[in-house]
Structures are given as structure tokens and as C-alpha cells.
């Protein structure tokens, strides 16, 4: 008989020093399961998928559906679903084309006018938050499935936005307003060197109150040398990614035009890299806002009580309903948000925006570890996985992979994504 004498000791050596550094298993398997990806890929395309130029596009085709997908961790923790998200994309995003291309002109007095783009996201944001928080009263004032509101709904605000705009393509939209597609809205490298200075600063604050904070409270707290190697890991991880957007340039004739604009001359050989986009600023901070949210408000505390017991939370004093209705009020602003976010990127609208992204947003929420029986989820797992999801895509884009075959991809690594969670929960007993 063998002796796994040895072998249990090592395994409880190696658990007992994952538990002393607290390290996140599922995030670390996440991550590497993405550079293991992004590697793949890279080699597969002759080193071209991580270039800069195509890490930028990733990072700008990234951002839509990852706003949406931190709505729908609150969502799914609390118990339900929505599949309404992509429709209602396209509603918000028809509401923006038309408020700025055929309503304020006449009000404002032409194009391009200074208030055209906040006036149109304002509108864009109301309409979205409205519509979700409808959505929040018919599941949980009048006890309708979440299942079979939002069903509705795809079918509903997919066809609200085609009457919108006749079926046609709305654009260009206004200039200001593109400044939040990507491509056409970035920092430049100073500010974007300076940006990610002050992110890396904030980091390690937050690490170093992290770890006040537990000693005061008498919790146990990461060995010293472990903390400073996290933080030397975020330090390189934002630096290398400011880096790796510097480092696509801005092409020529387009530097030319912003010197001609500013009445200059553009120097022999000058370059400038893009740096970081005004959406990815944007993704940052809402991801920032939702964390703290859930982590550090009674809402988010409320949120997550709910999706673990209902019944509980109900018997304590928590108003489910409101609370249904505040989740979905969230995840209607936030495809709002995602809806400028993505018709700035194609500077138009389009009948077809947001069409399958509601598959794309639960993938990310689940891939990212948010699990379908409620009251667990986290942020930066659903942003991840968001990531993950372009990545796939774009990746078997490059290699040619037809469009068909990439949803079949795309639907099996979800299924995959469950199947893991429940074989991780039931090893770990996570519930």
C-alpha cells in the first residue's frame, strides 16, 4: 500500500501557506488562465496579439460590456438575472443618437455645441435608469420572475430602439461625445505617466491601510515581505500597462492636423503615444465606486445578505423589493453607460449594437466567479472575466476563426466556467 504520508503533509504545508499569505485561488486561476491565453494567442499569430496597437483596441472593446457586467454581479448575487442588457443598450443608445442628432440642434443652435454631448449622456442615463428600475418593480413589487421580465425586455427595447430611428444608422454623433469610444479619446503619455503614478501611489496606501487597519482590529496579517511583493506586482502590472499604451503611436497626418489646430508647426521626427483612453479612466472608476459599494455601504451589505438567505434578510428588516428595484435601477444606468460608451467608439448608432452582449455580460459575471445561487461576486472577478471573454474573441478573430464558431467557443468555455465553480465549491466547501 502506498504511503501518502508525504503527499498529505505537502499538500497541508502549501494550503497552510496560501492561508498565511491569503491568497485568492479562484483570482489567481483566473489570471493564470488569461496569460496562458494571451500567450497562446500571441503565438498562434505571429506575436501580433500583443502588440501594442491590438492590446489598446482590446483594452476600448473591453469596456462595454465589463460596465455592465459589475451591474450584473449585483444581479446574480441577488438571485436573479437579466437579459435584457443588450436591448436595452440599444434603447439608450438610439435615445443619445437622436437627442444629439435631431433634438438638441435645433434647441442649441447647431452641432457640435458645447452642452450637446453631457445634455445627451444626461438623457441617455435617465431613460436607462428609469427603464431598470422598472424592470426592479415588476420583479419585486409584483413578483414577476426576473427570468421573464427581462426575456420581455430583449425583445422589447431591441424593437423600442429600431422605431426610435426608423431603422436607420444614426451619426456621426457629436465630436465631444466620441471622446468616450476610445480611439478618439486618450490622455496622451504625460498624462497618462502621471495618472498611472498616482495610481500606483493609491495602491500601496491602500495596502499599507489595509494592513493598519487589520492590526488595530487584532486580525491576522500578511508576513511583510509578502505585502511589499504584492505591491511591487501592482506597481509593474499599472506601469507596464501605461507603458504598453504609450508605446502605440498616433499616426502621423492625425498629430499634423492638432498642430495645425493649435496654429503650430510639428517638429521633424516627433511622436506621441495615444495613452490611456477616456473610457478605460472611465471603466476604472466605476469598478472603484461598485467595489466600494459592495464592500463598504449598507446597500452593498444588504445586497449580499439577500442573495446568501432571503428569507433572512426579509425577517431582519430588509426591504427586498426596494432593494430589487435599486439593483436593476443600477444595471439600467450602467448599460446607459455602456451604451455611450460603445456608439462613441463606432461614432454612430446602429440597429445591431449590444446585439448578443447580454451572453457576453453574464459570461464575464460568471467566468469571474459570481455564482448562480446568489450572494457571492466580486468586481474585479467580472471585469476579468470580461477580459477574458474579449480576449477569446479577439483572439480567434486574428487567427480567423469564422464568427459561428466563436459563439460555440464562447457558449462551451461557459459552460466550462460553471462546471469549475461547482467542482471548486463543492472541494473547497464554498457554498
Same mark, same amino acid.
Given at each position: 500500500?502506498?504511503?501518502?504520508?508525504?503527499?498529505?503533509?505537502?499538500?497541508?504545508?502549501?494550503?497552510?501557506?496560501?492561508?498565511?499569505?491569503?491568497?485568492?485561488?479562484?483570482?489567481?486561476?483566473?489570471?493564470?488562465?488569461?496569460?496562458?491565453?494571451?500567450?497562446?494567442?500571441?503565438?498562434?499569430?505571429?506575436?501580433?496579439?500583443?502588440?501594442?496597437?491590438?492590446?489598446?483596441?482590446?483594452?476600448?472593446?473591453?469596456?462595454?460590456?465589463?460596465?455592465?457586467?459589475?451591474?450584473?454581479?449585483?444581479?446574480?448575487?441577488?438571485?436573479?438575472?437579466?437579459?435584457?442588457?443588450?436591448?436595452?443598450?440599444?434603447?439608450?443608445?438610439?435615445?443619445?443618437?437622436?437627442?444629439?442628432?435631431?433634438?438638441?440642434?435645433?434647441?442649441?443652435?447647431?452641432?457640435?455645441?458645447?452642452?450637446?454631448?453631457?445634455?445627451?449622456?444626461?438623457?441617455?442615463?435617465?431613460?436607462?435608469?428609469?427603464?431598470?428600475?422598472?424592470?426592479?418593480?415588476?420583479?419585486?413589487?409584483?413578483?414577476?420572475?426576473?427570468?421573464?421580465?427581462?426575456?420581455?425586455?430583449?425583445?422589447?427595447?431591441?424593437?423600442?430602439?429600431?422605431?426610435?430611428?426608423?431603422?436607420?444608422?444614426?451619426?456621426?454623433?457629436?465630436?465631444?461625445?466620441?471622446?468616450?469610444?476610445?480611439?478618439?479619446?486618450?490622455?496622451?503619455?504625460?498624462?497618462?505617466?502621471?495618472?498611472?503614478?498616482?495610481?500606483?501611489?493609491?495602491?500601496?496606501?491602500?495596502?499599507?491601510?489595509?494592513?493598519?487597519?487589520?492590526?488595530?482590529?487584532?486580525?491576522?496579517?500578511?508576513?511583510?515581505?509578502?505585502?511589499?511583493? $504584492?505591491?511591487? &506586482?501592482?506597481?509593474? %502590472? *499599472?506601469? +507596464? !500597462?501605461?507603458?504598453? @499604451?504609450? =508605446?502605440?503611436?498616433?499616426?502621423?497626418?492625425?498629430?499634423?492636423?492638432?498642430?495645425?489646430?493649435?496654429?503650430?508647426?510639428?517638429?521633424?521626427?516627433?511622436?506621441?503615444?495615444?495613452?490611456?483612453?477616456?473610457?478605460?479612466?472611465?471603466?476604472?472608476?466605476?469598478?472603484?465606486?461598485?467595489?466600494?459599494?459592495?464592500?463598504?455601504?449598507?446597500?452593498?451589505?444588504?445586497?449580499?445578505?439577500?442573495?446568501?438567505?432571503?428569507?433572512?434578510?426579509?425577517?431582519?428588516?430588509?426591504?427586498?423589493? $426596494?432593494?430589487? &428595484?435599486?439593483?436593476? %435601477? *443600477?444595471? +439600467? !444606468?450602467?448599460?446607459? @453607460?455602456? =451604451?455611450?460608451?460603445?456608439?462613441?467608439?463606432?461614432?454612430?448608432?446602429?440597429?445591431?449594437?449590444?446585439?448578443?452582449?447580454?451572453?457576453?455580460?453574464?459570461?464575464?459575471?460568471?467566468?469571474?466567479?459570481?455564482?448562480?445561487?446568489?450572494?457571492?461576486?466580486?468586481?474585479?472577478?467580472?471585469?476579468?472575466?470580461?477580459?477574458?471573454?474579449?480576449?477569446?474573441?479577439?483572439?480567434?478573430?486574428?487567427?480567423?476563426?469564422?464568427?459561428?464558431?466563436?459563439?460555440?467557443?464562447?457558449?462551451?468555455? $461557459?459552460?466550462?466556467?460553471?462546471?469549475?465553480? *461547482?467542482?471548486?465549491?463543492?472541494?473547497?466547501?464554498?457554498?
Amino acid at each position: 500500500m502506498a504511503d501518502t504520508t508525504g503527499n498529505s503533509s505537502a499538500t497541508r504545508t502549501r494550503k497552510g501557506l496560501l492561508d498565511t499569505l491569503e491568497v485568492d485561488t479562484r483570482l489567481l486561476g483566473m489570471i493564470g488562465a488569461f496569460v496562458v491565453l494571451c500567450l497562446i494567442f500571441n503565438f498562434v499569430t505571429d506575436a501580433r496579439f500583443l502588440t501594442p496597437r491590438n492590446v489598446f483596441n482590446l483594452s476600448i472593446q473591453t469596456v462595454s460590456v465589463a460596465l455592465m457586467a459589475t451591474g450584473m454581479v449585483f444581479i446574480i448575487v441577488t438571485r436573479h438575472i437579466d437579459l435584457s442588457v443588450g436591448s436595452l443598450l440599444a434603447t439608450c443608445s438610439a435615445v443619445m443618437a437622436m437627442t444629439q442628432t435631431a433634438i438638441l440642434p435645433d434647441i442649441l443652435g447647431g452641432l457640435n455645441h458645447p452642452m450637446t454631448a453631457p445634455l445627451a449622456l444626461v438623457v441617455g442615463l435617465v431613460v436607462g435608469t428609469a427603464i431598470g428600475a422598472f424592470n426592479g418593480w415588476l420583479v419585486g413589487y409584483l413578483t414577476i420572475p426576473a427570468f421573464i421580465v427581462t426575456l420581455g425586455g430583449l425583445l422589447v427595447w431591441r424593437n423600442v430602439a429600431w422605431y426610435l430611428t426608423n431603422g436607420q444608422t444614426i451619426g456621426p454623433l457629436d465630436e465631444n461625445f466620441q471622446l468616450l469610444g476610445g480611439i478618439n479619446g486618450t490622455l496622451g503619455e504625460t498624462a497618462s505617466w502621471v495618472v498611472g503614478g498616482i495610481a500606483v501611489i493609491a495602491a500601496l496606501l491602500a495596502l499599507a491601510s489595509a494592513r493598519r487597519s487589520k492590526r488595530a482590529h487584532d486580525f491576522p496579517v500578511k508576513p511583510l515581505w509578502a505585502e511589499l511583493v $504584492l505591491g511591487l &506586482v501592482i506597481a509593474a %502590472a *499599472i506601469l +507596464g !500597462f501605461v507603458a504598453v @499604451l504609450n =508605446a502605440y503611436d498616433v499616426p502621423q497626418n492625425r498629430l499634423e492636423r492638432m498642430f495645425e489646430a493649435r496654429g503650430e508647426v510639428m517638429p521633424e521626427g516627433y511622436t506621441e503615444g495615444y495613452g490611456i483612453p477616456y473610457s478605460v479612466l472611465l471603466l476604472i472608476l466605476v469598478a472603484i465606486v461598485m467595489t466600494v459599494v459592495a464592500r463598504k455601504t449598507r446597500l452593498g451589505r444588504y445586497i449580499f445578505a439577500t442573495g446568501g438567505n432571503p428569507d433572512a434578510a426579509e425577517l431582519s428588516g430588509i426591504n427586498t423589493r $426596494l432593494l430589487t &428595484v435599486k439593483v436593476f %435601477a *443600477i444595471m +439600467g !444606468f450602467l448599460c446607459a @453607460l455602456s =451604451a455611450a460608451v460603445a456608439s462613441a467608439r463606432l461614432t454612430f448608432h446602429s440597429n445591431d449594437i449590444g446585439t448578443l452582449d447580454e451572453l457576453r455580460v453574464i459570461a464575464a459575471a460568471v467566468i469571474g466567479g459570481t455564482a448562480l445561487a446568489g450572494g457571492i461576486g466580486t468586481i474585479y472577478g467580472a471585469i476579468l472575466g470580461a477580459l477574458i471573454m474579449q480576449s477569446l474573441q479577439s483572439g480567434m478573430a486574428m487567427v480567423g476563426v469564422d464568427a459561428p464558431f466563436q459563439n460555440i467557443v464562447v457558449g462551451g468555455v $461557459l459552460v466550462l466556467a460553471v462546471l469549475i465553480d *461547482i467542482l471548486y465549491r463543492k472541494r473547497t466547501g464554498a457554498k
